[in-house]
């Protein structure tokens, strides 16, 4: 075989017109095939462009996932169509969309199938969970752990469940339902770190809660002898749960219902990705609270970062942005149950403290809330506001033994169990103690127009870090990085540092005292006179 | 343009840290330096670089040869190749050059680790899910001491490190089980210095995923490495060549080279509108042949080969394929009438077949 090389010729550039559509949600963006971006959008339904005939690489992107197709335009005068981003996204919840695999095509039938299930309980409320296997290979009952409990930890009688089972342990899904007064749950489950955790749910009025649940898997090192070896452990991923509501008298989620959340949920973990506005909007009109307790929440935690000067990417940046973010968080919650939501009292708190408002809701969270943002903001509002959460294990367990499940809030039901919850603090206890972990870490005193290194300022060296306990890491990790953000000039604000870490006031001055003695080499907590 | 590097590849680990041997990181390492000495490349003086592998690459190119016989200071300490680089040497080395790059004047600042890697899952839903490339020193039950982490060495950057920075981070980011510790933040605390206007993270992989070695069915390379510094001798435009093109080229790229297996790599600036030119300059060339096959075309007829630049060429049916070196970009092919019979990315490093139906 011999190499060839064809002589080509240049026909002159031709203006054609590419149209690309995609879904709400989805950013578009097309490069030229140089590999150079040419145009991007997201929140436009439509990207109309006029471009020299020639080869375009489209890429589609939600919750960051990414499909790309290389097109050519011709040199033509009728437009070049191109339709996509219809593809699965990686969440929880069964998908129809062309990539997926016949077996969770599948399990998208049952989740319609539920709702032929005649016959409605005794309450107008019903939650729905629904918890996916992998594959049709994993035919364990991947459901053995599930538990859905009420505020006082007794556990809830699910219906239906042997002709759930059967008809489930086929498809490789277990399903359970339950008759529930409206209210808030807890859902109790074994994860796949072999973790028995608890998460809050809510039964909304007249609505029915599908809660979708992973049944997944991730590598971990296991001992051996002298040796590790790294083998997969199965059970339920706590960070890919889905939970939406339909009205009572209604089927099923529809899938664009489960697109939108996947997309809001994406957007919660995600801080720093885009958010489309229209994706709110659809939050907003469709009916559902969970929709618009994420739309709001995705929008509370960029507001954040725009009082944090930080970057975020808006497409469609107006000076209205701030405006239209304020007024639209509020229309959200607005439109919730009326009832004691511990979510939206969360996101009211932390509205009115981002705008200032001295009309904050009063008001005591009854349980945990659902999302780990609300989780913070509450802990930021403990600082001063002692009764801003009941002491209860619930509580003490959502404090200090959370797990890593981000949007939600998953924690340790053991610990919440049996252990006992700290005595209270007051704000000038947590100054001192926080000017005291800030001081052995070498931190106080650092001023604005010093920039040198001082040996004083030299901390958390790699011998330090190494000594110090998982947990004090952390708070000496997280008092470094509040001290150095910003003009890094005052003292840490403890409402900062108590949502920044997610532990209320309480728990915060504990674990500052546990890493000041830790710090101090010595089992001595901080006392008050420290 | 003044710059520095400093390069890391670990094919193995301590038989206790329980990981697969790899392959490919050396000479993924060593591709990258080389690719770092060469002038028209990122111009990096032998003195300053930094280049660490285990085990050491048993015939590197002589440019890379050359740079080893007078390795730099790690740290202060002469580096032992007799095994690889620890956690805490890599984040001291770091650390101590990006303040001596810093006060020296020096433009850009490169780095590659080419290993394992892992990451985390933090608590802290406002910090991002951080890659970390596991050193040497890696075990399972004491990880924090072996973790380089991908966003607290930006941060690092950003506060007092030089001009511009860029990173690369060659391994999984297959997630650490969520109760072990976080990785230690590490470095000196000074104020900003303001000197750093950019620092660039390449990754090999989304979030939770593996990075793959390829070919798949014997890997002698790591996928994204591979393609790295393919795009840094051979992606232009205007002999220029910026993050962005990089970023589309590898995102483009890659999962064609690890099919069926899929891999998603991504290029992050901080700040992200910064106009980072990495390579002004020719390319290096040679192009990666195009190998059309037409026997199953009908005898006579006719395939019109668009290229990337729009230039045309019409090839004859035979059963013989042509074989073409082709210049990178995506390529469609059409009938004389100007039907679209299929479009295809010309992505390299190897071979592109297309074989177009009847």
């Excluded at chain 2, 089980?177 to 104020?191: E, F, M, R």
Aim: hydrophobic share 40%.
């Amino acid at each position: 075989m011999s190499i060839s090389k064809p002589d080509r010729t240049s026909p002159p550039s031709v203006e054609s017109r590419l149209i690309v559509r995609a879904p709400s949600g989805v950013m578009i963006e097309v490069f030229d095939a140089a590999f150079l971006p040419v145009e991007s959008g997201v929140g436009l339904g439509e990207l109309d462009l006029a471009l020299p005939d020639g080869l375009y690489t489209i890429r589609f992107t939600a919750a960051g996932q990414s499909q790309e197709q290389i097109v050519r335009l011709l040199p033509i005068a009728k437009p070049l169509v191109i339709n996509g981003g219809d593809f699965a996204l990686q969440s929880a919840s069964p998908s129809t969309t062309p990539d997926v695999s016949p077996h969770e095509r599948g399990q998208a039938a049952a989740v319609a199938g539920l709702s032929a299930l005649s016959g409605r309980g005794e309450h107008a409320q019903e939650i729905v969970i629904f918890v996916r296997a992998p594959d049709l290979r994993t035919r364990a009952d991947v459901s053995r752990s599930l538990r859905l409990v009420d505020l006082d930890g007794a556990p809830m009688r699910s219906r239906d469940e042997e002709a759930l089972s059967a008809a489930a342990l086929a498809q490789g899904y277990a399903a359970r339902r339950y008759s529930v007064p409206a209210g808030i749950f807890g859902l109790r489950f074994d994860t796949f770190t072999r973790r028995r955790v608890q998460q809050t749910v809510y039964a909304w009025p007249r609505r029915r809660t599908f809660a979708f649940v992973e049944y997944g898997s991730i590598p971990v090192n296991e001992r051996h002898g002298e040796r590790f070896r790294r083998v997969r452990r199965r059970g339920i991923d706590p960070a890919r749960t889905v939970l939406i509501s339909t009205r009572s008298d209604q089927s099923a989620p529809t899938q664009e219902a489960l697109r939108v959340a996947d997309i809001l949920l994406h957007a919660v973990r995600n801080v720093g990705d885009f958010l489309d506005p229209v994706i709110v909007d659809q939050a907003q009109q469709s009916g559902c609270p969970f929709l618009a307790l994420y739309a709001a929440a995705a929008i509370a935690s960029r507001m954040e970062l725009s009082m944090a000067s930080a970057e975020v990417r808006w497409p469609n940046a107006s000076r209205l942005r701030k405006d239209w973010e304020a007024k639209t968080a509020e229309d959200l919650l607005a439109n919730l149950p009326r009832g004691s939501w511990p979510d939206g009292l969360c996101l009211e708190w932390r509205l009115s403290t981002l705008s200032e408002s001295k009309s904050s809701s009063k008001g005591a969270l009854v349980a945990p809330p659902l999302l780990d943002c609300a989780w913070r903001w509450a802990s930021a509002r403990s600082v001063s506001f002692a009764d801003a959460m009941a002491p209860s294990s619930a509580f003490y367990g959502a404090a200090r033994a959370r797990e890593p499940a981000g949007p939600w809030l998953v924690w340790r039901t053991a610990q919440a169990l049996t252990s006992k919850g700290p005595d209270p603090i007051g704000p000038d206890g947590l100054d001192k103690a926080i000017e005291a972990v800030t001081d052995r870490l070498g931190l106080s005193g650092i001023k604005a127009d010093k920039n040198e290194l001082q040996p004083e300022y030299q901390l958390i060296t790699d011998s330090i870090s190494a000594k110090l306990s998982p947990a004090a890491r952390l708070t000496a990790n997280a008092v470094q990085t509040l001290a150095m953000s910003g003009s890094a000039t005052g003292p840490i604000d403890p409402a900062a540092l108590a949502g920044f870490m997610g532990l209320p006031a309480a728990e915060l001055s504990s674990q500052l005292s546990a890493t000041f003695a830790e710090l101090s080499g010595d089992e001595a907590p901080l006392s008050e006179e420290s | 343009m003044i710059s520095w590097a400093l390069v890391v590849g670990i094919n193995h680990y301590h038989p206790a840290a329980g990981l697969n041997p790899l392959r490919g990181a050396v000479d993924d390492a060593v591709d990258f330096a080389e690719w770092l000495l060469d002038d028209q490349g990122g111009g990096v003086a032998p003195e300053n670089l930094r280049l660490w592998t285990y085990p050491q690459h048993d015939a590197p190119p002589p440019a890379v040869a050359n740079a080893l016989n007078s390795p730099p200071l790690w740290a202060g300490d002469a580096p032992d190749f007799s095994r690889a680089p620890r956690g805490g040497e890599i984040r001291r080395t770091l650390d101590v050059l990006a303040r001596d790059a810093a006060q020296a004047g020096v433009d850009r600042l490169y780095v590659l680790f080419a290993g394992h890697g892992l990451q985390t899952r933090p608590l802290d839903y406002r910090l991002p899910d951080q890659v970390c490339f596991l050193a040497g020193d890696y075990r399972p039950d004491f990880i924090t001491e072996s973790l380089v982490p991908g966003d607290y060495t930006r941060r690092m950057m950003r506060r007092y490190g030089p001009v511009e920075v860029l990173m690369f981070f060659d391994c999984c980011r297959t997630e650490l089980a969520p109760y072990q510790a976080d990785p230690p933040i590490g470095g000196a605390l000074v104020l900003p210095t303001e000197t750093n206007r950019c620092c660039g993270i390449g990754l090999a992989a989304a979030p939770g995923g593996t990075a793959f070695e390829v070919p798949l069915e014997a890997p002698n390379r790591g996928a994204f490495t591979r393609l790295l510094t393919f795009g840094l001798r051979n992606v232009r435009h205007n002999e220029v060549l910026t993050a962005g093109q990089l970023e589309a080229y590898l995102r483009q790229a890659l999962p064609r080279l690890t099919s069926p297996r899929r891999q998603y790599p991504s290029i992050e600036l901080d700040p992200r509108d910064y106009d980072l030119k990495i390579v002004q300059g020719p390319a290096v060339g040679p192009y990666p042949n195009l190998v059309i096959d037409l026997s199953a075309r009908a005898p006579g007829s006719e395939i019109v080969v668009v290229y990337p630049d729009r230039s045309q060429t019409t090839l004859a049916q035979q059963p013989a394929p042509y074989i073409i070196p082709a210049p990178l970009g995506p390529y469609a092919f059409e009938t004389p009438a100007g039907e679209v019979l299929l479009t295809e990315a010309h992505t390299g490093p190897d071979e592109t077949h297309v074989h177009l139906q009847a």
